[in-house]
């Protein structure tokens, strides 16, 4: 299995700039999350879907993030505008849900490094 | 809302030293979760505990989930420098999917 892949593993861009930050997850997984880390505020929920479906948005800072997933191998992270505040490593996880405990170990992409100049 | 808390936020030992990292959470969990991610790396799972008092083991690694759920530990046997990195811990909610990932603990093992 490739794993959760993340595109691009690096950007820098202005601020103003439209960011689009890719995922996709492992096949089979019906969990998606996007996570926002920095030294300041640590590892950080943004976002997470359950088959598709947007369940929990209240990590999303403003209105300045949006996610989408359409289909159960994609998902995109869009900031519009960037700030040179959104500056952090971007990662997107996938897990499954295993029988009634729920067995949710979460598998990490390798993140998006992304700078706000 | 839930919080979940690690001490210390830092940590540096002489490889051979043991470490010991602690989560506290500000509720009740169903299970807690840690993982361990190197210096650029991401989070990689390590392992899970779900019932009260649990304690599992991995070789030097001996984890701990406290018998009210609120609270876990991570024990490094004799630390080597391979052990470099930062472990979260992550706790699981009663009735949701999401983790609540703790503040993370450093570990910087001097050879």
């Known amino acids: 299995d490739a794993g959760v892949i993340q595109s691009p593993r690096h950007e820098v861009t202005e601020m103003g700039q439209e960011v689009t930050l890719r995922c996709k997850p492992i096949?089979?997984?019906?969990?998606l999350f996007w996570y926002r880390q920095t030294m300041m505020r640590g590892l950080e929920l943004l976002i997470y879907?359950?088959?598709?479906?947007?369940?929990?948005d209240s990590g999303m800072p403003e209105d300045r993030f949006s996610a989408k997933m359409p289909n159960a191998s994609f998902s995109t992270l869009k900031i519009q505008p960037s700030e040179p505040r959104d500056s952090a490593v971007y990662f997107c996880?996938?897990?499954?849900?295993?029988?009634?405990?729920?067995?949710?170990?979460?598998?990490f992409g390798p993140g998006t490094r992304l700078t706000v100049l | 809302g839930q919080q979940v808390m690690q001490i210390p936020q830092y940590q540096h030992v002489q490889e051979g030293e043991d470490f010991t990292t602690y989560c506290n959470s500000s509720?009740?969990?169903?299970?807690i979760q840690w993982y361990k991610q190197r210096p650029g790396g991401h989070p990689v799972f390590l392992i899970q505990?779900?019932?009260?008092?649990e304690v599992k083991k991995q070789k030097r690694l001996t984890f701990q989930f406290g018998e009210a759920k609120k609270n876990s530990s991570l024990h490094i046997t004799a630390t080597q420098t391979t052990d470099v990195g930062t472990y979260f811990c992550?706790?699981?909610?009663?009735?949701?999917?999401?983790?609540?990932f703790g503040t993370g603990t450093r570990l910087t093992v001097i050879p």
């Open positions: 996880a996938s897990s499954r849900t295993s029988g009634g405990a729920a067995y949710n170990e979460q598998f």
């Open positions: 096949s089979g997984h019906d969990y």
């Open positions: 879907f359950n088959n598709n479906v947007p369940i929990d």
């Open positions: 509720t009740t969990l169903s299970n």
């Open positions: 505990l779900v019932k009260s008092g």
């Open positions: 992550a706790g699981k909610g009663w009735g949701a999917n999401n983790l609540f």
